[in-house]
Protein backbone atom coordinates (compact mmCIF):
# COMPACT_ATOMS: atom_id res chain seq x y z
CA UNK A 1 0.00 0.00 0.00
CA UNK A 2 1.01 3.87 -0.43
CA UNK A 3 0.66 6.07 2.21
CA UNK A 4 0.87 8.96 -0.44
CA UNK A 5 -2.31 11.66 -0.42
CA UNK A 6 -3.72 12.32 -3.80
CA UNK A 7 -6.19 15.25 -4.07
CA UNK A 8 -8.19 15.03 -7.64
CA UNK A 9 -9.94 18.44 -8.14
CA UNK A 10 -12.11 17.82 -11.26
CA UNK A 11 -16.25 18.37 -12.20
CA UNK A 12 -16.59 15.27 -13.83
CA UNK A 13 -17.71 12.30 -12.06
CA UNK A 14 -17.03 9.78 -14.21
CA UNK A 15 -13.31 10.86 -14.70
CA UNK A 16 -12.96 11.18 -11.03
CA UNK A 17 -14.42 7.87 -10.25
CA UNK A 18 -12.01 6.16 -12.92
CA UNK A 19 -8.81 7.99 -11.56
CA UNK A 20 -9.56 6.93 -8.05
CA UNK A 21 -10.27 3.20 -9.13
CA UNK A 22 -7.17 3.32 -11.31
CA UNK A 23 -5.12 4.74 -8.47
CA UNK A 24 -6.37 2.20 -5.52
CA UNK A 25 -5.39 -0.70 -8.16
CA UNK A 26 -2.28 0.39 -7.88
CA UNK A 27 -1.94 0.78 -4.05
CA UNK A 28 -2.73 4.46 -3.79
CA UNK A 29 -5.49 4.42 -0.92
CA UNK A 30 -5.80 7.64 0.33
CA UNK A 31 -7.91 9.45 -2.62
CA UNK A 32 -10.05 12.17 -2.27
CA UNK A 33 -11.64 14.69 -4.74
CA UNK A 34 -13.14 17.44 -4.67
CA UNK A 35 -15.47 18.81 -7.54
CA UNK A 36 -15.07 22.78 -8.26
CA UNK A 37 -12.57 25.31 -7.56
CA UNK A 38 -12.96 26.77 -4.08
CA UNK A 39 -13.87 23.02 -2.37
CA UNK A 40 -10.43 21.81 -3.98
CA UNK A 41 -8.22 24.98 -2.62
CA UNK A 42 -9.93 23.95 0.97
CA UNK A 43 -9.19 20.75 0.45
CA UNK A 44 -5.62 20.99 -0.36
CA UNK A 45 -5.40 23.76 2.31
CA UNK A 46 -6.93 21.31 4.81
CA UNK A 47 -5.79 18.22 3.99
CA UNK A 48 -2.30 18.89 2.49
CA UNK A 49 -1.93 16.05 -0.08
CA UNK A 50 1.30 14.97 -1.47
CA UNK A 51 -0.15 15.67 -5.03
CA UNK A 52 -2.49 17.12 -6.76
CA UNK A 53 -4.35 16.72 -10.08
CA UNK A 54 -5.83 19.55 -11.18
CA UNK A 55 -8.72 20.17 -14.22
CA UNK A 56 -8.56 23.43 -15.72
CA UNK A 57 -12.18 23.72 -16.84
CA UNK A 58 -14.07 24.26 -13.50
CA UNK A 59 -16.80 25.72 -11.73
CA UNK A 60 -16.63 28.64 -10.12
CA UNK A 61 -12.71 29.33 -10.08
CA UNK A 62 -10.86 27.75 -12.54
CA UNK A 63 -8.23 25.64 -12.60
CA UNK A 64 -5.32 28.35 -13.41
CA UNK A 65 -6.15 30.57 -10.90
CA UNK A 66 -6.65 27.37 -8.07
CA UNK A 67 -2.99 26.47 -9.33
CA UNK A 68 -1.80 30.24 -8.97
CA UNK A 69 -3.42 30.54 -5.01
CA UNK A 70 -1.54 26.89 -4.49
CA UNK A 71 1.57 28.02 -4.97
CA UNK A 72 1.10 31.51 -3.81
CA UNK A 73 0.50 29.93 -0.03
CA UNK A 74 3.46 28.74 1.44
CA UNK A 75 1.61 25.81 3.02
CA UNK A 76 0.74 24.54 0.18
CA UNK A 77 3.45 25.97 -2.81
CA UNK A 78 5.38 22.54 -2.60
CA UNK A 79 2.90 20.40 -3.30
CA UNK A 80 2.84 18.89 -7.21
CA UNK A 81 0.20 19.45 -9.51
CA UNK A 82 -0.42 18.00 -12.35
CA UNK A 83 -3.38 19.32 -14.94
CA UNK A 84 -5.56 17.27 -16.34
CA UNK A 85 -7.37 19.05 -19.28
CA UNK A 86 -8.23 18.65 -22.82
CA UNK A 87 -7.13 21.83 -23.49
CA UNK A 88 -4.11 20.78 -24.98
CA UNK A 89 -2.26 24.10 -27.29
CA UNK A 90 0.86 25.01 -26.97
CA UNK A 91 -0.07 28.35 -25.28
CA UNK A 92 -2.52 26.45 -22.51
CA UNK A 93 0.25 24.34 -21.45
CA UNK A 94 2.86 27.18 -21.18
CA UNK A 95 0.49 28.96 -19.48
CA UNK A 96 -0.37 26.14 -16.83
CA UNK A 97 3.26 25.66 -16.23
CA UNK A 98 4.45 29.19 -15.89
CA UNK A 99 1.37 29.56 -13.68
CA UNK A 100 3.59 26.67 -11.42
CA UNK A 101 2.04 23.29 -12.56
CA UNK A 102 4.59 20.73 -12.47
CA UNK A 103 3.67 18.55 -15.54
CA UNK A 104 0.47 17.95 -17.92
CA UNK A 105 -1.64 15.55 -18.65
CA UNK A 106 -4.16 15.62 -21.83
CA UNK A 107 -7.53 14.12 -21.87
CA UNK A 108 -8.17 11.32 -22.78
CA UNK A 109 -5.20 9.89 -21.02
CA UNK A 110 -4.22 6.02 -20.29
CA UNK A 111 -4.24 5.14 -16.64
CA UNK A 112 -0.88 4.10 -16.22
CA UNK A 113 1.08 7.01 -17.93
CA UNK A 114 -1.24 9.26 -15.77
CA UNK A 115 0.02 6.54 -12.79
CA UNK A 116 3.62 6.59 -13.77
CA UNK A 117 3.67 10.58 -14.09
CA UNK A 118 2.80 10.76 -10.78
CA UNK A 119 4.67 8.48 -9.22
CA UNK A 120 7.51 10.38 -11.01
CA UNK A 121 6.30 13.77 -9.34
CA UNK A 122 5.83 11.79 -5.94
CA UNK A 123 9.46 10.34 -6.60
CA UNK A 124 10.86 14.51 -7.39
CA UNK A 125 9.03 15.30 -4.08
CA UNK A 126 11.05 13.56 -2.05
CA UNK A 127 13.95 15.78 -0.09
CA UNK A 128 16.48 13.50 1.32
CA UNK A 129 19.46 15.69 2.96
CA UNK A 130 22.59 14.68 1.68
CA UNK A 131 26.42 15.65 0.92
CA UNK A 132 26.72 14.95 -2.36
CA UNK A 133 26.41 17.20 -5.02
CA UNK A 134 26.28 14.29 -7.83
CA UNK A 135 23.34 13.58 -9.55
CA UNK A 136 22.61 10.34 -11.78
CA UNK A 137 20.56 9.63 -14.59
CA UNK A 138 20.71 6.26 -16.22
CA UNK A 139 24.59 6.10 -17.64
CA UNK A 140 24.95 10.14 -16.91
CA UNK A 141 26.82 10.94 -13.82
CA UNK A 142 26.99 14.96 -13.05
CA UNK A 143 29.09 16.27 -10.22
CA UNK A 144 27.75 19.68 -9.81
CA UNK A 145 30.52 20.79 -7.48
CA UNK A 146 33.00 19.89 -9.20
CA UNK A 147 31.66 20.56 -12.30
CA UNK A 148 31.89 17.53 -14.48
CA UNK A 149 29.08 15.53 -16.32
CA UNK A 150 30.11 11.81 -17.81
CA UNK A 151 28.48 8.63 -19.96
CA UNK A 152 29.91 5.60 -18.82
CA UNK A 153 32.69 7.05 -17.53
CA UNK A 154 34.00 8.86 -20.65
CA UNK A 155 33.96 13.42 -19.54
CA UNK A 156 31.88 15.72 -21.41
CA UNK A 157 33.28 18.91 -22.92
CA UNK A 158 30.18 21.04 -22.16
CA UNK A 159 30.41 25.08 -21.39
CA UNK A 160 28.50 26.14 -18.89
CA UNK A 161 25.48 26.94 -19.86
CA UNK A 162 25.33 23.26 -21.26
CA UNK A 163 26.07 21.93 -18.21
CA UNK A 164 23.71 24.22 -16.01
CA UNK A 165 20.78 23.02 -18.23
CA UNK A 166 21.50 19.41 -18.27
CA UNK A 167 21.88 19.76 -14.61
CA UNK A 168 18.78 21.24 -14.66
CA UNK A 169 16.92 18.48 -16.41
CA UNK A 170 18.00 15.95 -15.37
CA UNK A 171 17.64 16.60 -11.56
CA UNK A 172 13.49 16.23 -12.05
CA UNK A 173 13.19 13.76 -15.00
CA UNK A 174 9.73 13.87 -16.28
CA UNK A 175 9.17 17.45 -15.58
CA UNK A 176 8.81 19.67 -18.61
CA UNK A 177 10.50 23.04 -18.95
CA UNK A 178 9.34 26.22 -21.07
CA UNK A 179 12.56 28.03 -22.53
CA UNK A 180 11.74 30.89 -20.03
CA UNK A 181 11.41 28.61 -17.21
CA UNK A 182 14.80 27.20 -18.55
CA UNK A 183 16.16 30.86 -18.52
CA UNK A 184 14.88 31.81 -14.96
CA UNK A 185 16.45 28.54 -13.85
CA UNK A 186 20.10 29.35 -14.89
CA UNK A 187 22.59 30.35 -12.31
CA UNK A 188 23.37 33.55 -11.00
CA UNK A 189 21.55 35.62 -12.92
CA UNK A 190 24.62 35.51 -15.96
CA UNK A 191 22.31 34.94 -18.57
CA UNK A 192 19.75 37.37 -18.51
CA UNK A 193 20.82 38.57 -22.50
CA UNK A 194 19.64 34.87 -23.21
CA UNK A 195 16.10 34.23 -25.49
CA UNK A 196 14.77 31.79 -26.28
CA UNK A 197 16.14 31.01 -29.47
CA UNK A 198 19.23 30.93 -27.65
CA UNK A 199 18.00 28.17 -25.17
CA UNK A 200 17.13 26.27 -28.63
CA UNK A 201 20.87 26.80 -29.93
CA UNK A 202 22.27 25.32 -26.22
CA UNK A 203 19.65 22.40 -26.54
CA UNK A 204 21.05 21.39 -30.40
CA UNK A 205 24.63 21.76 -29.27
CA UNK A 206 23.93 20.00 -25.94
CA UNK A 207 22.73 17.13 -27.97
CA UNK A 208 25.41 17.06 -30.39
CA UNK A 209 27.60 16.50 -27.47
CA UNK A 210 25.66 13.71 -26.00
CA UNK A 211 25.91 11.47 -28.70
CA UNK A 212 23.09 8.43 -28.65
CA UNK A 213 22.25 9.37 -25.20
CA UNK A 214 20.87 12.71 -26.53
CA UNK A 215 17.76 10.86 -27.10
CA UNK A 216 16.63 10.89 -23.20
CA UNK A 217 16.13 15.01 -24.05
CA UNK A 218 12.60 15.38 -25.09
CA UNK A 219 11.14 18.25 -27.11
CA UNK A 220 7.59 19.19 -26.05
CA UNK A 221 6.50 21.28 -29.59
CA UNK A 222 5.71 24.88 -28.86
CA UNK A 223 6.05 24.57 -25.11
CA UNK A 224 9.94 23.76 -24.31
CA UNK A 225 12.03 20.86 -23.01
CA UNK A 226 11.99 17.79 -20.93
CA UNK A 227 14.41 14.85 -19.62
CA UNK A 228 12.71 11.34 -20.43
CA UNK A 229 10.96 10.47 -16.96
CA UNK A 230 11.94 6.63 -15.81
CA UNK A 231 9.06 4.68 -16.13
CA UNK A 232 10.19 1.81 -14.24
CA UNK A 233 10.61 3.80 -10.93
CA UNK A 234 8.66 3.33 -8.39
CA UNK A 235 7.75 5.43 -5.57
Known amino acids: MNSKKILIIDD ?18 QVRV ?11 EFWLPDLILLDI ?3 GIDGLTVCKKLKSNPATADIPIIMLTAKNTPTDIVVGLELGAND ?3 KPFNNQVLVARIRNQLRQ ?3 EPSSSNVVKYKTLVVNEEE ?12 TKTEFDILLLLIKSPGRVYTRAQIISNLKNGEYADITDRS ?15 ATNIETIRGVGY ?5 IGDKV
Open 12 to 29: ETEICELIQMNLEMNGFT
Open 34 to 44: AQDGLSGLGAA
Open 57 to 59: MLP
Open 104 to 106: YVT
Open 125 to 127: SIV
Open 147 to 158: FRAEINGVPLDL
Open 199 to 213: IDVQILNLRRKLGDF
Open 226 to 230: RMQQL
